[in-house]
């Protein structure tokens, strides 16, 4: 079914390390992922989203990589700063579905 | 500055009540969509519309309901029938329907008194 989910739900990284925040789908035919950053008492906040026809798509410090063959996601954050800590979440768009499927999200804390 | 602003922030519910969030974008953008957040989870869509007096139910639509009388608005109803209605409640909008991210207001804590 389909389904969004997350390798780990807390992760801590000391700033200036990069982070990789991981992400499993189950529906290949899922089409379209985003990233989310949200922060607390807020809303998500778009960080980057990439098409099932690409790999990887760069940002500003982050890139998001897609691995089709075994419905996987990643986001990786260059040089973690402490305005980064926030929770993460995943998102996939099923074709014909319609929807955004939303992970539970992975809570990224930055040891100074 | 064009976004999405949710009213109130935080809101109390009395047992056998209905309450009602706001929600207003001023990004003209034609679909709206209402999510529910409970903690250490994603979230779980209630109500989306994609044209003005339109709507569909999400997964989580049983206690709620929606109108779209206005492309800007998109309020949300927490009827008495809904008896978990504690949550953080946060409203999107795109350009249209799928393969567009979601912007999102800054959400409407709702608790139970």
């Avoid at chain 1, 989203?49 to 890139?63: A, C, F, L, Y």
């Avoid at chain 1, 980064?84 to 100074?112: H, M, W």
């Avoid at chain 2, 969030?21 to 003209?28: K, V």
């Avoid at chain 2, 504690?86 to 409407?108: I, K, M, V, W």
């Amino acid at each position: 079914g389909e389904s969004v989910g997350l390798h780990l739900p807390t992760l801590s990284v000391q700033e200036g390390d990069n982070s990789i925040i991981n992400c499993a789908y189950s529906n290949s035919a899922s089409d379209y992922f985003i990233w989310y950053k949200q922060e607390s008492g807020k809303g998500p906040q778009f960080i980057i989203d990439i098409r099932s026809n690409m790999d990887k798509r760069q940002g500003q410090r982050v890139t998001v990589l897609l691995n089709k063959t075994v419905k996987h996601l990643s986001l990786q954050i260059a040089a973690t700063q402490p305005g980064d800590s926030a929770v993460y979440f995943c998102a996939e768009n099923v074709q014909g579905a319609q929807k955004l499927v939303f992970g539970q999200g992975t809570r990224l804390t930055i040891n100074p | 500055d064009g976004g999405i602003t949710q009213s109130p922030k935080y809101l109390f519910r009395k047992e056998g009540q209905n309450v009602t969030l706001s929600c207003e974008q001023n990004l003209n953008h034609d679909a709206m969509y209402w999510y529910r957040q409970d903690p250490g989870q994603g979230l779980r869509l209630i109500y989306y519309s994609q044209i003005v007096n339109d709507f569909q139910k999400g997964d989580i639509a049983e206690g709620y309901s929606v109108s779209r009388e206005k492309k800007e608005s998109f309020p949300l109803t927490v009827t008495s029938a809904q008896k978990n209605p504690t949550a953080f409640y946060l409203c999107a909008s795109s350009l249209e329907r799928s393969n567009q991210p979601l912007h999102f207001g800054d959400g409407t804590r709702l608790s139970i008194l």
